[in-house]
């Protein structure tokens, strides 16, 4: 039986910086819905929150 090895990187802000993506997409995905999108502040304040 061989042994597998797993490696696990957390790229988001450590190998990657995604803000921009982040914002990018979240703006976008306001507009599709017809909502006004949030300011860049407002989205990068919520990133990164852990969800209940």
Do not use: H, K, N, W
Not at 2 to 19: K, M, N, P
Not at 26 to 52: C, D, K, M
């Amino acid at each position: 039986m061989s042994r597998q090895a797993l490696v696990i990187f957390d790229c988001d802000g450590t190998l990657v910086d995604s803000a921009a993506m982040i914002v990018d997409t979240a703006q976008r995905a306001f507009t599709i819905a017809e909502l006004r999108a949030p300011r860049r502040e407002a989205v990068l304040a919520a990133t990164g929150l852990s969800l209940p």
